[in-house]
């Protein structure tokens, strides 16, 4: 059941990040990439850029690693965006796939700023968080944090996952 859990998943996940139509030689950071389940996705599509999969947690990033071998043009880095020594205004796209509702409140606008700051003019951040009371958060909270980093929204989606409702938006430097 886990496995067909996980496939389901993963199928959904590679939709997703395949019509974003990224472009080849993008430069892409997923922030909080966990055991990246769709940093692989990201990445297959960067044929000519790169990946760089940041998370806290060193047991997840080892679980990404083994997920990706043999993809050459992913980095990883076990640190907070606060503390990595990542180049300001290089990303085209940032990615936060789930990650935020866990994050504390009281840090949250910091995270954001951090990753706007990470951004290219006129790149852009793509996120998906889950919007159930009990687990995740208001779209609204989202689309503040973005405006006061001071990105524009493009656009945003409400969808549900079996019984997971979720917002997916995308902001712009
Ligand atoms: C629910 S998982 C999502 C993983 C992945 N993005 C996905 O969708 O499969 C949340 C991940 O965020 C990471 N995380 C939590 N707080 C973080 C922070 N402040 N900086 C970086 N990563 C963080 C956790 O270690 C965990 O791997």
């Not at 430069?27 to 760089?52: R, T």
């Not at 001071?150 to 979720?166: N, Q």
Request: glycine content about 6%; overall charge negative; proline content about 3%.
């Amino acid at each position: 059941m886990e496995w067909l859990w996980n496939r389901l998943g993963s199928l959904r996940y590679k939709k997703y990040i395949q019509e974003l139509r990224l472009k080849p030689d993008e430069n892409a950071l997923d922030f909080g990439c966990g055991g990246g389940a769709v940093s692989k996705y990201i990445a297959e599509e960067l044929s000519n850029g790169s990946l760089v999969c940041l998370d806290t947690s060193a047991f997840w990033l080892e679980k990404a690693k083994k997920r990706m071998t043999g993809l050459s043009n992913v980095e990883y880095v076990c640190k907070t965006i606060e503390d990595a020594d990542l180049p300001d205004n290089h990303f085209d796209s940032v990615f936060i796939h789930f990650v935020l509702h866990d994050i504390a409140e009281k840090d949250r606008q910091e995270v954001i700023d951090a990753l706007a700051c990470k951004l290219k003019e006129k790149g852009l951040i793509y996120i998906r968080e889950p919007t159930r009371k009990d687990h995740g958060m208001l779209p609204s909270e989202i689309e503040q944090h973005m405006e006061d980093a001071g990105l524009t929204k493009i656009s945003d989606v409400y969808g549900t996952y079996f019984l997971w409702p979720h917002y997916t938006g995308v902001f712009r430097k």
